[in-house]
C-alpha cells in the first residue's frame, strides 16, 4: 500500500477516535484509547483549549515498526461540537534532546469560523496552529500565551492555538518548580532564551 493510502486509512481511523480523546482531555484524563493497544496506535499528547475551541492531538501508528508514521489531528469546536478540519502527517521520529525548549514538527489550517460557506462566518481568527514541543526534564508547566498547560514530567507534547494568520506562534514559556522561569521561545524564534544564552557565552569565551 502507498504510504499516501496509509496515512488516508490510519488517519479516517484516528479522526473517528477524535471525539472521546478531547472529551478525555476535558476531564484531564489519558487521551489514549483503553482499547486500541499502543503497540498500534499510540496517542503521544493531546490539546485542546476550551476558550479558543481549538485541539489537537498528535498519534504515531505502529510506534515500534520500521515504518512508524505520526500524525497531527486538528480539532475545531462547531455549533457545539468538535469537528475534524485538518492536520499533517510523515515519518515518526526520535525525540530530539533539548535543554529547555525545542519545536518539532507541526501543522495549520484555516478555522470552519473563517471559511465564506454558509453556514461558516467570518468572525474568529482563521487560522489554527498546532506543533509539537520537546522539552528539557526540569519543565513543570508550559505558558501557551496566557494559557498554562501542566506538563507532568512528559518530554514531548503538542500544542494548539488560534491566530490571525498562518505560522504566527504565541509566545512559550517554560517553567519549573514554583513557577520559576526557566526559559522562552518568542514566536519568532529558533533557541529558547537559556540556550541562546549559553551559545552566546560560548562564542564570547572562544573570542
Known amino acids: 500500500m502507498r504510504t499516501w493510502r496509509l496515512d488516508l486509512a490510519v488517519g479516517r481511523w484516528a479522526e473517528a477516535l477524535l471525539p472521546g480523546m478531547v472529551r478525555r482531555v476535558l476531564r484531564g484524563a489519558e487521551p489514549q484509547p483503553r482499547w486500541v493497544p499502543r503497540r498500534v ?7 485542546v483549549d476550551t476558550t479558543a475551541g481549538v485541539g489537537a492531538a498528535w498519534v504515531v501508528w505502529r510506534p515500534k515498526a520500521a515504518g512508524a508514521r505520526e500524525h497531527i ?14 492536520g ?14 525545542g519545536i518539532g514538527g507541526g501543522a495549520g ?5 473563517h471559511r465564506p460557506d454558509p453556514p461558516y462566518s467570518v468572525g474568529a481568527p482563521s487560522w489554527i496552529g498546532c ?9 513543570r508547566h508550559l505558558l501557551v500565551g496566557d494559557r498554562r498547560i501542566e506538563v507532568c514530567g512528559r518530554r514531548r507534547i503538542v500544542i494548539v492555538w488560534r491566530s490571525a494568520r498562518a505560522g504566527l506562534r504565541p509566545l512559550l514559556v517554560a517553567l519549573g518548580h514554583q513557577g520559576t522561569e526557566l526559559s522562552r521561545l518568542g514566536p519568532g524564534d529558533v533557541l529558547d532564551s537559556r540556550t541562546w544564552a549559553l551559545l552566546q557565552d560560548e562564542l564570547r569565551e572562544d573570542g
Do not use: C, M, N
Not at 94 to 99: I, K, L, R, S, W
Not at 131 to 139: D, K, P, Q, T
Open 41 to 47: 496506535l499510540t496517542v503521544v499528547s493531546a490539546d
Open 73 to 86: 489531528l486538528i480539532v475545531e469546536r462547531r455549533r457545539g461540537r468538535w469537528r475534524y478540519v485538518g
Open 88 to 101: 499533517g502527517s510523515g515519518p515518526a521520529a526520535e525525540a530530539d534532546e533539548v535543554g529547555v525548549i
Open 109 to 113: 489550517v484555516r478555522g470552519l469560523a
Open 131 to 139: 506543533a509539537e514541543v520537546h522539552l528539557g526534564r526540569e519543565v
